[in-house]
């Protein structure tokens, strides 16, 4: 990254935290701070693990900047940059800071699935919400406008990346809190350090094929009820950030 150099420091106990001097993130650097090492709290206390290394957050000042560092120049809000950085706007419209790519660098010391679903998945579980709305509500959405995306399909890293995030993202999150809350975090665990044939891993973890899971999972979901308040939310969520 260029302008390092150009960044001032905050550490904290698991954190080295990097900025901009007048910046909206200089502004709020403690917050951050003690935000970021609650996450980090819960991602370790629930997956069972303590990396050996602080996570070093880079907080740019637009989705320019971090598309930039990616190297694709496409804006983009946050990403991870293995095995221990993060890149994420801070400014006072967006503020990318939270469970997500915390998640992802705590799970990769574990096992980086060949998935972007599976490791999308868990992330979204730790985030429990899509532009403030849960996963299972967007789920919910999705089914009733037959607009939902079969897990199978998703599982597939190029249809799962031809497709918004604002649809695959929330379902694999609703999905992969379905597997935790009914089988088990230590089964859902054996699971994501599995290396071989994704499909073979559900059956030999949970002795149920994807298809299975999925019909059980669908029909949790069409047990909740989506309010017409939540409902409009989502469409008008979905109209706002259309591209």
Request: proline share 2%.
């Amino acid at each position: 990254m260029g302008n390092e150099n150009l960044m001032l420091q905050h550490e904290s106990k698991h954190y080295i935290f990097n900025y901009y001097a007048g910046s909206k993130a200089a502004e709020d650097i403690a917050l951050i701070a003690d935000h970021q090492e609650a996450c980090y709290t819960h991602i370790c206390k629930v997956l069972g693990v303590e990396p050996n290394f602080k996570i070093k957050y880079f907080l740019c000042n637009s989705p320019e900047e971090v598309g930039k560092i990616y190297g694709d120049n496409e804006p983009c809000n946050a990403f991870t940059s293995s095995p221990d950085s993060i890149y994420a706007v801070y400014n006072d419209d967006i503020q990318c800071i939270g469970f997500h790519e915390d998640a992802h660098i705590i799970s990769y010391t574990i096992n980086r699935p060949e998935s972007a679903a599976i490791r999308e998945g868990l992330a979204m579980y730790f985030d429990r919400v899509w532009w403030g709305i849960s996963n299972e509500d967007w789920t919910l959405y999705y089914l009733k406008t037959n607009k939902y995306i079969s897990i199978c399909n998703l599982l597939d890293n190029k249809y799962f990346f031809s497709e918004d995030c604002s649809l695959t993202y929330p379902i694999m999150g609703a999905f992969t809190n379905y597997l935790i809350v009914h089988y088990g975090i230590k089964k859902y665990l054996v699971f994501y350090r599995y290396k071989d044939n994704i499909f073979d891993g559900f059956e030999k973890v949970y002795k149920l094929s994807v298809n299975e899971l999925e019909m059980k999972f669908k029909k949790e979901i069409a047990k909740l009820e989506l309010t017409n308040d939540t409902e409009s939310k989502i469409k008008q969520l979905l109209m706002k950030n259309k591209t």
